[in-house]
């Protein structure tokens, strides 16, 4: 039998908050690995990146941000110096079981070259990997004991669960484990993930939606897979760049991995400004699909609304939530922060509805 690279992993909730001891890990692209993961509009967890940082030839530590809630902060300059990807503290065992014991906090920041500012994003879990030669660990809450001697139906979940191996599937060159868990309390399926030999995580599905690794450093991961296959490098930097090109009119055309949040990252505008423009109802986009990112003039925003609280007496500055609007869309519209708006609206997360009135703030009499 072919043998099988372990990864013995763990993942560990941290339930990091804004505590006094806090360190920053400015991403950089030269020696960390960004892995992009999309959800479909059923699938109902929230969106992640996952930032491999390689430490050695054995251990890696991969660091997930949520996307939906993953803002902190845009600030012109950092309070402290970042930690870099050979700081020696990130190898410190101490310094990891502090991170998964929650007695600190980390955060991933990066620079964005046209804001000409950071980003700085709250990290939810870290998660320590540990290769050597007999199998591979897994995701979530299970800590799992996956090796050459596994056989399809086997339970893998050292930590009490249960994972059954389903068994291994191609993608061009690489084998792809599947399996499936069920929930620890009721006997009940929860969830499907398929691991990619030599790269991690590929698909979770969980009825009736799925989360696909899309990106990998900004290559698409059918691009990113296929180049490794033909042992021919991918120059990343131009496959990103052609990917999100304009014609003479402003209007771009619909590729395979694009959505609208993405595409309004990268073109520095809103969700709700692509929307108005192509008199969009939804947010599904089409593959050939031309739309105008480019704002001619013709879009109106009829945000905010202006409102009096006849018994507080204050005028309300309010925003409606359009199809497609996350959070972080709205903070950057009005300049506030994700936190501030949470605040003002008694929010107990960053899931929001469509149609939705959110207070952006509050003007006393």
């Known amino acids: 039998m072919q043998k099988i690279a372990f990864l013995s992993a763990f ?23 960004k892995y992009d993961y999309e959800r479909n509009e059923e699938y109902k967890e929230l969106a992640f990146w996952d930032y491999h940082l ?19 902060d845009e600030v012109a300059a950092l309070d402290k110096e970042p930690l870099r990807c050979s700081d020696e503290k990130l190898a410190d065992t101490n310094f990891i079981s502090e991170l998964n014991s929650s007695k600190i906090s980390i955060s991933i920041v990066e620079y964005n070259r046209l804001k000409k500012n950071y980003k700085i994003c709250t990290v939810k879990k870290v ?11 897994m995701i979530g809450d299970y800590k799992l004991a996956f090796n050459s001697k596994t056989k399809v139906g086997d339970n893998v979940d050292s930590s009490g669960g249960k994972v059954l191996y389903m068994g291994p ?3 061009q060159c690489y084998n792809v484990h599947h399996f499936r868990a069920y929930d620890k309390v009721q006997p009940k399926f929860s969830e499907e993930f398929y691991y990619a030999d030599n790269i991690g995580l590929l698909k979770i599905s969980k009825d009736p939606g799925v989360l696909d690794l899309a990106f990998i450093n900004g290559v698409d991961i059918n691009e990113y897979m296929k180049s490794r296959c033909k042992n021919s490098p991918v120059h990343e930097t131009q496959l990103k760049k ?20 993405r595409l309004a990252n990268h073109f520095n ?17 089409k593959l050939g699909q031309k739309i105008k990112i480019k704002d001619d003039g013709t879009y109106k925003d009829l945000n905010p609304i202006i409102r009096k609280d006849e018994k507080s007496k204050e005028t309300l500055k309010i925003h409606i939530v359009r199809q497609g609007e996350i959070l972080q869309d709205i903070a950057a519209k009005y300049k506030i922060s994700v936190q501030e708006i949470m605040k003002l609206n008694n929010l107990k997360d960053s899931k929001i509805a469509i149609f939705q009135e959110l207070v952006i703030e509050k003007i006393k009499p």
């Open 11 to 33: 993942f560990l909730v941290t339930g990091l908050s804004a505590q006094n001891l806090e360190h920053y890990l400015l991403y950089d692209a030269l020696c960390m690995q």
């Open 54 to 72: 390689k430490l050695n030839d054995k251990k890696t530590l991969i660091f997930r941000v949520l996307k939906q809630d993953s803002y902190i």
């Open 127 to 137: 998660i320590m990997l540990n290769s050597d030669s007999t199998g591979f660990g």
């Open 169 to 171: 599937v191609k993608i």
């Open 242 to 261: 052609d990917s999100f090109v304009l014609d003479s009119a402003g209007y771009y055309t619909i590729r395979t991995g694009d959505n609208l949040y």
């Open 269 to 285: 505008t809103r969700v709700d400004i692509i929307m108005g423009l192509n008199n969009m109802k939804t947010a599904e986009l």
